[in-house]
């Protein structure tokens, strides 16, 4: 491929870009008010905790890193709770990594209408169903920081500014990983940074690998901030539960899941068959009769290896986890079309090709945009989300004042739409039934709920079965009769002796023989 360009010659076309920018917010308009899943209704708790003061890990308990909280934190600072912050944090990460998808693509090609491509098939899959890519779960942030990254080490910077894009490319790598830790596997695209600058593969020199130091160094230092700021404040051993006991278990061995991510199925998910187009378009990279490799062709290389790696290493492969394959595919389709056309956009085949990409990506989607936001919530979950929102209805229009609203079960949801803020810490049940924290965090739940005894409990899933929460929530709610109708998901309790007590004659468990 040519050398690399400065970023000055030619520009970026803002007005294309701007063009594509309207499109993804209408196209966030299309599903506005989409119930959340489990995760995204758990981080908006979790960031309204935050701003009403309560303490993440030592109260507010879940066990990603604080990124993602503090992300959503900062939307609500703008919108308030709700849907809008939901929103304006989806097109803050899906907007970012639109101009980065862009400005890539025109420092490795040095062609407007490769990055206009790369950015217009960013646009046609940033919101795809399959990938539950709509809403904003933790892989928008770190695409929107990775894409970055790829841009700062391909620019050709004047020496006296090199410096500053090595720690401006290390900075993000440590922003994504308070994300989500397996985005420093991004790291790999050192390689080819350092060892194929200019564009042909060469020695690198003493300021190469300083560089690159540089970008290691800041990479790795940055997640370790919440580390240091947590024993600053005394809370490092709940930091350290969530973050490194938790996680160890909920991971399992990496290696292993490394090892089974091997499998078809999971290194190339059913999900990724709706972007066949961007793959066979990057496969064009590889068609080349002179070698040696180029700086391109590393770089997708090196970006190919990480996301897999990122993909696999937690050992779970739920669809948002292969978002991370989309900024990735609409830069490697474009420069592979660009690679077919030798340069060149005249030729009848190229536009061809991009054309059919475009058009089929898009073809793909076009049912899912008569679609309402609950209908997508359906396409991707089922009702169970539907359902955690009528749930909350339901508690609230019984509940009378400042009355306090318990829910069990994977049931933040109930929090979010019921506007009611948890009367403890632990908002979903998993950690308190699997996993090294369970008693002790069992006992934290119990102790909460005995110092303020809720007057209404919503559950799903079932009352846990443990001796220490189980059976004093079992010996305290009775379930209201009315929600035990069919086979709903989220029932709801009421406090014995309470207000709402479906049996109001029976003795208050506090007065009972034990």
Same mark, same amino acid.
């Given at each position: 491929m040519d050398a690399e360009p400065r970023l000055s010659r030619p520009g970026p076309d803002w007005r294309l870009l701007a063009a594509l920018a309207l499109l993804v917010v209408l196209r966030a308009a299309l599903t506005y008010g989409e119930p959340p899943e489990r995760d995204l209704a758990a981080y908006a708790v979790i960031a309204e905790g935050l701003l009403d003061?309560?303490?993440?890990?030592?109260?507010?308990?879940?066990?990603?890193?604080?990124?993602?909280?503090? *992300?959503?934190?900062?939307?609500?600072?703008?919108?308030?709770?709700?849907?809008?912050?939901?929103?304006?944090?989806?097109?803050? *990460?899906?907007?970012?990594?639109?101009?980065?998808?862009?400005v890539a693509t025109l420092l490795l090609s040095h062609d407007r209408v490769a990055a206009g491509l790369a950015a217009a098939f960013w646009v046609a899959v940033c919101g795809h169903l399959v990938f539950e890519a709509n809403q904003p779960n933790v892989e928008a942030f770190i695409n929107a920081c990775l894409i970055w990254v790829l841009v700062a080490l391909a620019?050709?910077?004047?020496?006296?500014?090199?410096?500053?894009?090595?720690?401006?490319?290390?900075?993000? +790598?440590?922003?994504?990983?308070?994300?989500?830790?397996?985005?420093?596997?991004?790291? +790999?695209?050192?390689?080819?940074?350092?060892?194929?600058?200019? #564009?042909?593969?060469?020695?690198?020199?003493?300021?190469?690998?300083?560089?690159?130091?540089?970008?290691?160094?800041?990479?790795?230092?940055?997640?370790?901030?919440?580390?240091?700021?947590?024993?600053?404040? #005394?809370?490092?051993?709940?930091?350290?539960?969530?973050? &490194?006991?938790? $996680?160890?278990?909920?991971?399992?061995?990496?290696?292993? $899941?490394?090892?089974?991510?091997?499998?078809?199925?999971?290194?190339?998910?059913?999900?990724?068959?709706?972007?066949?187009?961007?793959?066979?378009?990057? /496969?064009?990279?590889?068609?080349? *009769?002179?070698?040696?490799?180029?700086?391109?062709?590393?770089?997708?290389?090196?970006?190919?290896?990480?996301?897999?790696?990122a993909v696999a290493a937690p050992g779970h492969y739920h669809p948002h986890y292969y978002q991370l394959w989309l900024p990735l595919l609409a830069v490697a389709a474009s420069l592979g079309l660009r690679h077919l056309g030798e340069g060149e956009w005249r030729s009848w085949r190229v536009r061809l090709c991009a054309a059919a990409a475009l058009v089929a990506l898009i073809g793909v989607q076009a049912r899912h945009s008569t679609l309402t936001p609950d209908e997508w919530s359906v396409q991707k979950y089922g009702r169970v989300f539907l359902e955690a929102r009528q749930a909350a209805r339901d508690a609230v229009a019984l +509940?009378? /004042?400042?009355?306090?609203?318990?829910?069990?079960?994977?049931?933040?949801?109930?929090?979010?739409?019921?506007?009611? %803020?948890?009367?403890?810490? &632990?908002?979903?049940?998993?950690?308190?039934?699997?996993?090294?924290?369970?008693?002790?965090?069992?006992?934290?739940?119990?102790?909460?709920?005995?110092?303020?005894?809720?007057?209404?409990?919503?559950?799903?899933?079932?009352?846990?079965?443990? %001796?220490?929460?189980?059976?004093?929530?079992?010996?305290?709610?009775?379930? +209201?009769?009315s929600t035990d109708v069919g086979p709903r998901r989220y029932r709801l309790y009421a406090l014995r002796g309470g207000r709402l007590d479906p049996d109001p004659q029976a003795e208050p468990p506090d007065r009972r023989t034990r």
């Open positions: 003061g309560r303490a993440l890990y030592t109260d507010l308990w879940d066990h990603k890193p604080p990124g993602v909280h503090l *992300a959503y934190a900062a939307a609500q600072l703008v919108t308030g709770p709700g849907p809008a912050s939901l929103c304006l944090a989806w097109l803050a *990460a899906t907007l970012a990594t639109l101009v980065g998808v862009y620019l050709d910077a004047p020496d006296a500014r090199r410096w500053r894009w090595a720690a401006a490319a290390g900075l993000l +790598l440590g922003v994504a990983a308070v994300f989500k830790p397996v985005a420093l596997t991004a790291l +790999l695209l050192l390689v080819p940074h350092v060892l194929l600058r200019g #564009g042909q593969a060469r020695r690198p020199s003493r300021r190469d690998l300083a560089e690159a130091g540089l970008v290691v160094g800041l990479a790795l230092a940055v997640p370790t901030l919440p580390a240091v700021y947590f024993a600053a404040v #005394g809370r490092l051993d709940d930091y350290t539960d969530a973050i &490194v006991a938790y $996680n160890r278990f909920y991971a399992g061995s990496v290696l292993e $899941n490394l090892w089974r991510g091997r499998a078809p199925d999971h290194l190339l998910s059913r999900s990724l068959t709706h972007v066949l187009p961007l793959f066979a378009a990057s /496969g064009l990279l590889l068609l080349r *009769a002179r070698r040696p490799v180029t700086r391109v062709e590393g770089f997708a290389a090196a970006w190919a290896i990480a996301t897999w790696i +509940l009378r /004042g400042d009355e306090v609203l318990y829910a069990h079960g994977d049931s933040a949801a109930v929090y979010y739409h019921s506007g009611r %803020r948890p009367p403890t810490g &632990v908002i979903y049940s998993m950690p308190l039934i699997q996993g090294p924290l369970r008693g002790r965090l069992a006992r934290r739940v119990r102790r909460d709920l005995e110092a303020k005894p809720p007057v209404l409990m919503v559950v799903s899933g079932g009352l846990p079965v443990d %001796r220490v929460l189980g059976a004093w929530l079992r010996e305290r709610y009775a379930l +209201l009769p």
